[in-house]
């Protein structure tokens, strides 16, 4: 328990700093190619603007983050409840509010620090309540649906996103969670692990929905930090990879929480997504205000 706590930790840390250098990056890119007229006809993100985007310094650094949050983030699905430790990996929300502050010049309202707060406060819950982790076993035909599931998923998501344009931040910033919620379930699933076997790990279906959910999670996620504030496409990935994931493992993987504290888990839970969907919210909104601001102080702003 107590390792797969550190390593949750760890992978939070990780996926916080990654998502603010990620943000550095997108958005300076962004800013070029809009200037350059590289966007939809909706007003979002072109793709060559999003590659574009990946290749930025700080993206890259930002993306190896992630990969070793991802690799901290795997082992801890394999200690913990999947409930725990997809919250406790979701906390990233506070250290990317805390570092946007100090690397994007962000202010973040009460209303943000509020929900922050909130949010610390239903992990610690969690972490009290939850019991051991259950099996990695499931039927094979879940495995099939997973794979199924994520492609539909990132497919679909990213047509409807660059749909929405530039109002399509939280959607993105939802379905990139939801792809990485899908990585989690994959690795929680995954034959070949113990023991070891390269020819079950290679034909498990689960192993292509982790590279499906976690490659498309991170286009999705890249969208959405360039058209819309870090803070609110975060947090909405927030609850998009900890919902499905915590309800996948109490419902079909025997997750559970410790004996007569099922109802501080749930607690902890609900608490966790609202605050969550309400640094999303206004993190949303309070980065377009900032936004608008920033552009009518801006030469060209004045000039208009």
């Known amino acids: 328990m107590i390792l797969g706590l550190v390593t949750a ?5 990780c ?10 990056g997108t958005r300076r890119s962004a800013r070029q190619e809009a200037a350059a007229g590289a966007v939809t006809e909706h007003g979002g993100p072109s793709l060559s603007s999003t590659a574009k985007a990946a290749v930025t310094w700080e993206f890259i650094l930002g993306t190896v983050l992630d990969f070793v949050g991802f690799g901290l983030g795997a082992l801890a699905a394999r ?4 409930f725990l430790s997809q919250t406790i990996i979701s ?4 250290i990317t509010a805390v ?17 922050i707060g909130v949010l610390c406060s239903a992990l610690v819950l969690l972490a009290v309540a939850a019991g051991p982790e259950g099996g990695h076993h499931a039927d094979r035909s879940f ?14 998501g990213a047509l409807i996103v660059r749909r929405l344009g530039t109002g399509g931040a939280i959607v993105a910033g939802l379905l990139s969670g939801l792809g990485f919620g899908a990585l989690g379930i994959g690795v929680r699933i995954l034959d070949g692990i113990e023991p070891f076997s390269l020819g079950a790990l290679l034909a498990d279906p689960a192993l292509y929905a982790i590279l499906v959910g976690g490659i498309g999670g991170m286009y999705l996620h890249t969208i959405a930090l360039q058209i819309g504030s870090v ?9 998009g990879e900890t919902v499905v994931p915590g309800a996948v493992g109490v419902l079909w993987l025997g997750d559970s929480s410790r004996a007569g504290l099922g109802w501080l888990a749930a607690a902890g839970f609900v608490l966790a997504v609202a605050s969550a969907v309400g640094v999303a919210y206004f993190g949303d909104e309070g980065g377009a205000l900032q936004a608008a601001e920033e552009e009518r102080k801006s030469p060209a702003g004045s000039a208009n």
């Open 231 to 239: 803070n609110g496409a975060t947090a909405a990935l927030v609850v």
């Open 143 to 156: 495995h099939w649906w997973l794979l199924i599931g994520s492609v539909v998923l990132i497919a679909g």
């Open 91 to 94: 906390a990233n929300l506070v």
């Open 15 to 24: 996926y916080g700093t990654g998502s603010v250098l990620q943000a550095l």
């Open 79 to 82: 200690l913990l409840p999947l």
């Open 9 to 13: 930790v760890a992978a939070s840390a």
């Open 99 to 115: 570092l946007s502050v100090r690397l994007l010049g962000l202010r973040l309202r009460q209303l943000e620090w509020l929900s």
